[in-house]
């Protein structure tokens, strides 16, 4: 069992009377990439803000290696920050802006000199060490901003939407890289994004907040292929959301059609949600489909077609497909009782594991 | 396009050959001529030969000096506690309104402040400390002089600190600097150029004082400024007044290149 590194119990942020975080719970495991994910003004900043300790909770505890940190202040915790805007020091080069925290720290100059190096490799950076900050690019400043963390050997990174300035390219090679780094340093990371695609990319963990709530944690696997909510279902990828009943175990109608699934544990007859993502469904011919329809539109982005078909109902289903079709021709949606997920109303994220757990016991 | 630019440019250039190139030529002519309309270098050999206007200069340097310290002093930890205030601006507000009243009324009221039947005499009467004097003392001097240029002082040192980019402070918290290690190694240098900006402003008007010099120094205090329009009013000796002009503005441009080129350092290359 790995050791937990952090954890918030019943952490709560207000500021006047603008509740902005509310109940969070969570534990942090030393050495895993996590990612707070959420959409703007949900509440990720705050969190990185009360682990660092430029915010106090309002109410509830952060415990750091088992002790709590409430009151201990920003410049004694063992936690550093990559700030969303780099916040390096102007009036100093790359190698100070690196330095600074080794400084204050009294670490003997040779040390420093050898250490900042080897950050600055580490961030592929050598030899930028004279330069001004203002004559290092976009993403040579953020790799600055990360070596003048990891140089202080932090039990926990926070990076801040680190790579959101940077242009799409870059961005796909310092996912790469701050992944390959984390796993090298065996630094705890807590990324926040509201990137998506980011976070199923680097994460061991994510937490998807939303309104100031944690609405679900888990790997990204899990969290992709069982949302547990509208809300998460819509926000992490792609998906088709509908209506449905359960109408007992493993079988669900949608559109008064029953489907085999692999869901259960849930009420007969219950009013529920049910989410198919677009790369689960296929297009067949109209025999052979389980659902019948009309293509409405098709678009093709590189490494599939985005096609869109209407049912006999009138409903639209999103499909990504890497076979062609034709806009206006009839055809079948085929998929697998493995690619219907069904999500009840209202669902607290222990009684989806619970729930979860009791009939994956049990086949 | 290019003719209308230079239109634009016309009322600018005529600002600066009429009220800064030609007053700078004549004060640099007028001085090269001695009380009886003679050309001669004398009025620059008496002023470096004789000890009177040399200790003058020095006087006046000092004063400058003074002046500008004492209102640093005062003037950074105004401008930082302003800063951190919720209604900032009104409170800078507060600080900038004095300017708007003219010097010498200011002046004035201070003598009525300061003079023997002034208010400040008569407080210390009723509470038993007797009368004294105030007005005419190096003292007094200073504190009016400082008073008046607090507020040049405190604006661009203001202006520097509010440009300062909070997460800075944050990122030094974040990196274990104590709030006085964040202050002296993060706050400090960025607010330099407003520092720099300040002892122009107040530095370069104090080595040329000559109100407050006589009306509240009394006389005490002979600065260049106090020379300068003794040669012109009285003693109608233009020339030498001239001469000292001619000092004061070289004493300027030492001044302001002096601060000038440490901003550049401080921003580059370091
Ligand atoms: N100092 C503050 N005073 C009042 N409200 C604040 C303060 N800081 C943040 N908030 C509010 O808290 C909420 C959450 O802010 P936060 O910065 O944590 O969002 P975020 O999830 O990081 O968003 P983004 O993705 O846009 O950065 C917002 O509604 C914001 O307006
Ligand atoms: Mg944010």
């Known amino acids: ?363 | 396009m290019m003719r209308q630019k230079t239109l634009f440019i016309v009322p600018y250039l005529l600002w600066i050959v009429l009220f800064v190139l030609a007053p700078l030529i004549l004060i640099f002519y007028q001085s090269l001529y001695n009380i009886n309309g003679q050309f001669t270098l004398d009025n620059y050999t008496t002023y470096l030969t004789s000890g009177v206007y040399l200790k003058m200069t020095f006087n006046s340097v000092w004063y400058a000096f003074l002046i500008t310290l004492v209102t640093l002093v005062i003037s950074y930890p105004t401008a930082y506690v302003l800063n951190r205030l919720h209604n900032k601006q009104f409170w800078l507000l507060l600080v900038i309104l004095p300017t708007w009243i003219n010097l010498l009324l200011k002046t004035y009221a201070f003598i009525g402040l300061f003079s023997r039947t002034g208010s400040i005499n008569q407080f210390l009467r009723f509470v038993g400390l007797g009368s004294h004097q105030l007005l005419f003392t190096d003292a007094s001097f200073m504190f009016v002089a400082a008073y008046i240029e607090i507020p040049f002082m405190v604006l661009p040192i203001f202006n520097s600190l509010a440009e300062i980019n909070p997460s800075l402070i944050n990122a030094s918290k974040d990196l274990g600097a104590s709030q006085w290690q964040t202050f002296t190694k993060v706050i400090w240098p960025l607010s330099m150029p407003g520092v720099k900006a300040g002892i122009q402003a107040v530095f370069i008007p104090s080595l040329s004082l000559f109100m407050i010099t006589r009306l509240i120094g009394g006389n005490r205090v002979i600065t260049l400024g106090t020379a300068i329009e003794e040669h012109f009013l009285t003693t109608q000796n233009w020339g030498m007044g001239s001469t000292i002009g001619v000092v004061l503005i070289i004493a300027m441009f030492i001044v302001m290149f002096a601060t000038g080129e440490a901003k550049q350092k401080g921003g580059h290359t370091r």
Request: glycine residues 8%.
């Open chain 1, 1 to 363: 069992m790995t050791e937990n590194i952090m954890e918030f119990r019943h952490v709560g942020k207000q500021y006047d009377d603008n509740v902005v975080l509310r109940d969070i719970n969570f534990k942090i495991e030393a050495g895993k990439f996590y990612t707070l994910l959420g959409p703007s003004g949900s509440g990720k900043t705050t969190i990185l803000r009360l682990i660092a300790g430029f915010d106090q909770p309002t109410s509830g505890e952060i415990y750091f290696a088992g002790q709590e940190i409430n009151d201990v202040p920003a410049n004694r915790r063992q936690v550093n920050t990559v700030f969303q805007d780099y916040a390096l020091f102007p009036h100093m080069n790359v190698a100070e802006n690196v330095a600074f925290g080794l400084q204050i720290k009294g670490v003997k100059k040779s040390e420093i000199k050898r250490r900042v190096d080897e950050a600055l490799q580490l961030v592929q950076l050598a030899g930028y060490g004279a330069r001004e900050i203002t004559a290092m690019s976009g993403g040579q400043r953020q790799r600055v901003a990360i070596a003048r963390a990891i140089v202080n050997e932090p039990q926990v990174l926070l990076l801040d939407e680190a790579l959101s300035a940077l242009d799409h390219k870059l961005r796909v090679q310092m996912q790469t890289e701050l992944r390959q780094l984390q796993r090298k340093l065996g630094i705890t990371f807590i990324f926040v994004t509201h990137d998506q695609e980011e976070a199923l990319a680097m994460s061991d963990q994510i937490m998807i907040i939303n309104d100031g709530k944690i609405q679900q944690s888990g790997t990204p696997v899990d969290i992709y292929d069982e949302p547990l909510n509208h809300f998460v279902a819509d926000f992490i990828g792609e998906s088709n959301i509908v209506p449905g009943i359960m109408k007992k175990d493993y079988l669900v109608a949608i559109n008064g059609q029953d489907f085999k699934c692999v869901d259960a544990g849930m009420r007969p007859n219950e009013r529920v949600e049910v989410v198919i993502r677009p790369e689960d469904l296929d297009i067949t011919t109209v025999e052979q489909g389980q659902l019948v329809g009309t293509v409405d539109t098709q678009l093709f982005r590189g490494v599939d077609y985005q096609i869109t078909v209407h049912d006999v109902r009138d409903h639209v289903w999103k499909i990504n497909s890497i076979h062609k079709t034709t806009v206006g021709a009839r055809v079948g949606i085929s998929f697998d009782p493995e690619d219907i997920h069904v999500m009840r109303y209202n669902e607290t994220e222990a009684d989806f594991d619970a729930r979860l757990d009791s009939y994956e016991e049990g086949e």
